[in-house]
């Protein structure tokens, strides 16, 4: 019963408390930023009011008396900087940072009119908006905690405003003046400064209190400010400057000067209000800092000795809710993708945690929301699962089909002989190997392996013509020098495929009258195959993030299937240790590095040099020195049995009645004998497979 009265008491001394020192604070505010951003944003505007009429009077021109004003201004301006970066209050900061920002235009601003291709109601707009950015921190910097005093300097404010619209219409009529004409823009704008004039003094005089209203009212009743008026209505109706400059120079240097005078005035009234207010808060916080430090010496002994239990329960609700966040989830997550099933029960148990009713009710939530995270991460893993099995059922489908489809086109070469169709046949079938490597991209991406190998090494020439063989544009890849070297069999396909993908890229991204330049070479730490394009290359950034994804690869992302190739060419890199990295080329477009690794390659054992001949070789001679018949090209036949001992010859064989070959027969012998070699090679490719 003893703890709700004093907790009441404390809170209530509180709220009083914070509502004094808060008024005390915004007095303070309001002294520190009058005696910085005020003083040195009011000596600005001045300045720049004295720069615009004296550039509306003088334009195309730099007089001696515009340079000084200038000089003025940039002391000013650099005054009024200082202050701004010495300023430290968060709730004028994007007010003056915009302010800021509109002062760095006055630069550009006297450019433009030094050149004297800006029109002078242009220049005198340009200085206007610099006016309003420092009007708009004028109506900042105005804040007391005393509604009525802030209401009447509000007021006052909006007196001020209306000086300055006055000083606009001066302005614009001196620059009218040295022409003695006023343009229709001039004369409308004009005629607006005019009605915002009134409606500036029209509510500012209706806001003010009866002791600071009755000087501005006695002004408006005047002379001075009558015969200001009616100059001011003649120019607006008639549209054109007065025909005697005096009948608007007098009346408006008479109106400034007495509204300026009377500014003062006001303000001081105001400021003496003002010290009256921050006596009253004074005296409020002493005595509401007296009274109320029992109370809160009260209430902070209470409050620690309950702050200790609860702060006890929270940190161990913390220490699990840390627990679940930084360590089961994540290992969770990763076995999940490692392909392990995981019971959502005993992954998701509740949290052990005791204390105060709404610490078991945070818990209780806590625990749903960590049931369905894990709920949701199954949910997903399981997802995913899905869909690369449907991905590697339909790649086992294609790829069976497309392994009969080449079974059938290779029988189909045999049987045929004609160049032509030959040639169609060996662009079906190049399709077909295109495709088998699709499919074989689905089955590696679902996690699985194609099930191509072999059982003896590979040659990498080999291994590169492989990759060559399933590459659409497979003319444009020129092959340089390819040290001797061979790949383990297990891992000859997926190299293939890996080298495959970078061709097929670099033919993509480059243009189609340019080559695709491969080069490998041994190093010593493996083999490397280089992939060269004269494309238009990639930003630095780009590459980097490329890199990251070929040594890190990512889970796939359907959204993400522009870049299939890529996640192939990283899963199998991943998977057999490769390095691959791309970057830019001295010509301008990108080079693919692959490293085989050491232990992918296989020592071949290199065949013994021949033994040289025993005996020196004589030419050969033509029988008997009786001349034969020449060839189709005129070249002489060589002679069979004409360099060797006569007890050595053999009897003459018959001659042969079969004419020569002709070059269309020869050509047919040797694509007969190309289409042999690349059949040994797929049957012993296809023996791999089994």
Avoid: C
């Amino acid at each position: 019963m003893l703890l709700l009265p004093l907790l009441s008491l404390s809170a209530l001394w509180g709220f009083v408390l914070n509502l004094t020192v808060s008024d005390g604070q915004a007095l303070l505010r309001a002294n520190t930023l009058y005696e910085t951003v005020g003083v040195t944003s009011t000596d600005l505007g001045l300045q720049l009011q004295a720069e615009r009429a004296a550039s509306a009077t003088s334009m195309g021109k730099r007089g001696r008396e515009l340079t000084a004003q200038r000089e003025r201004t940039d002391t000013a301006l650099a005054d009024f900087t200082e202050a701004v970066a010495g300023t430290d209050d968060d709730r004028l900061r994007k007010t003056l940072r915009d302010t800021t920002a509109e002062l760095n235009r006055l630069d550009a601003i006297r450019a433009a009119h030094d050149t004297g291709l800006e029109t002078r109601l242009h220049t005198i707009d340009a200085y206007n908006r610099l006016l309003d950015t420092l009007f708009r921190l004028y109506e900042q910097l105005t804040s007391v905690p005393d509604l009525p005093i802030f209401q009447q300097a509000s007021a006052l404010q909006a007196m001020s405003n209306a000086r300055e619209i006055i000083s606009r219409e001066s302005a614009l009529v001196g620059a009218v003046l040295t022409t003695g004409t006023m343009a229709e823009a001039e004369s409308a704008a004009f005629t607006e400064y005019v009605a915002t004039r009134r409606f500036l003094h029209s509510r500012a005089v209706s806001t003010l209190d009866a002791e600071l209203r009755a000087p501005y009212e006695r002004f408006f009743a005047g002379p001075a400010f009558a015969r200001f008026a009616e100059a001011e209505s003649r120019i607006a109706v008639t549209g054109g400057p007065p025909p005697i400059a005096e009948e608007w120079t007098e009346p408006v240097a008479e109106v400034t000067a007495q509204l300026d005078r009377l500014s003062a005035t006001s303000a001081r009234i105001l400021a003496e209000r003002s010290a009256s207010v921050s006596t009253t808060v004074v005296t409020r916080i002493a005595v509401a800092g007296g009274v109320g430090l029992l109370a809160v010496i009260a209430s902070i002994v209470i409050s620690v000795r309950f702050g200790r239990r609860l702060s006890s329960e929270l940190a161990g609700l913390r220490t699990a809710a840390l627990d679940l966040a930084e360590v089961r989830l994540p290992r969770l997550v990763a076995r999940l993708r490692a392909g392990e099933d995981v019971n959502v029960r005993k992954e998701a148990p509740p949290l052990k945690v005791s204390g105060a009713a709404e610490i078991l009710d945070v818990a209780k939530a806590f625990a749903a929301v960590q049931r369905t995270a894990v709920e949701a991460a199954v949910g997903q893993a399981n997802l995913r699962r899905g869909i690369s099995q449907v991905f590697l059922n339909l790649a086992r489908r294609k790829q069976g089909l497309l392994h009969r489809q080449l079974g059938l086109l290779d029988g189909m070469q045999r049987r045929t002989h004609e160049p032509d169709e030959l040639e169609d046949l060996f662009r079906l079938d190049h399709l077909t190997t295109r495709m088998r490597r699709h499919a074989e991209g689905l089955i590696i991406l679902s996690g699985s392996a194609p099930g191509r190998v072999w059982r003896k090494p590979v040659p990498a020439i080999d291994i590169v013509r492989a990759a060559v063989a399933e590459v659409e544009d497979y003319t444009r890849i020129a092959l340089q020098h390819l040290p001797q070297a061979a790949v383990d069999g297990g891992a000859a396909a997926d190299v293939v495929h890996l080298v495959a993908e970078l061709m097929e890229n670099a033919t993509i991204y480059s243009p189609p009258s340019t080559m695709v330049q491969v080069r490998g070479d041994a190093v010593s730490n493996g083999y490397v195959i280089e992939i060269e394009d004269r494309g238009l290359g990639l930003a630095p950034e780009e590459y980097a993030r490329l890199n990251g994804l070929l040594v890190d690869p990512p889970e796939f992302d359907l959204a993400d299937s522009d870049r299939l190739g890529l996640f192939v060419v990283a899963k199998l890199a991943a998977r057999h240790g490769i390095s691959v990295i791309v970057r830019a080329s001295p010509f301008g477009g990108t080079t693919a590095i692959v490293l085989i690794p050491r232990g992918l390659l296989v020592e071949r054992t290199a065949l013994p040099l021949a033994e040289p001949p025993k005996r020196d070789r004589k030419p050969l001679a033509l029988v008997g020195g009786t001349t034969t018949t020449p060839t189709h090209k005129g070249l002489p036949r060589r002679v069979r049995q004409a360099n060797i001992a006569p007890q050595l010859k053999a009897p003459e064989p018959e001659p042969d009645p079969r004419p020569e070959r002709s070059p269309d027969e020869v050509r047919d012998l040797f694509s007969a004998f190309q289409r042999g070699t690349e059949r040994g090679r797929e049957a012993e490719a296809q023996e791999g497979d089994l």
